[in-house]
């Protein structure tokens, strides 16, 4: 069981920076893949960025490519989300997800622990 809690949301101007981290509990995280997902009110769970075991590879949705970096620290059993040139769009809850072995790092359904999500509100 891994158990994940975010930190880092919160309201933040068109144009500004924000990092979200998340954290896990359990100590084998650096074999799980990970995954930052964010819903919208009234839209449905989207894939953000995705990083695999080692941090070999990375993914990223084509709306934050360019804009968002995702990192990991194994040692201390953290991911991170760093987000600049935020835009109203970007408002959403945001959740990070683990799993082992997804077949596809690009969706929900593949990951098996989730967080509890944190809000992130871009707004004049």
């Known amino acids: 069981q891994v158990h994940l809690v975010e930190s880092g949301g919160g309201l933040v101007q068109p144009g500004g920076s924000l990092r979200l981290s998340c954290a896990a509990s359990?100590?084998?995280?650096?074999?799980?893949?990970m995954g930052w997902f964010r819903q919208a009110p009234g839209k449905e769970l989207e894939f953000v960025a995705g990083i695999t075991w080692q941090g070999g590879n990375i993914y990223y949705a084509d709306s934050v490519k360019g804009r968002f970096v995702i990192s990991r620290d194994n040692g201390v059993n953290r991911v991170s989300l760093q987000m600049n040139s935020l835009k109203p769009e970007d408002t959403a809850v945001y959740y990070c997800?683990?799993?082992?072995?997804?077949?596809?790092?690009?969706?929900?359904?593949?990951?098996?622990?989730w967080g509890q999500g944190t809000q992130v509100t871009v707004s004049s």
């Open positions: 359990d100590r084998t995280f650096e074999y799980y893949h």
């Open positions: 997800a683990a799993d082992s072995q997804p077949q596809s790092m690009y969706a929900a359904s593949e990951y098996q622990y």
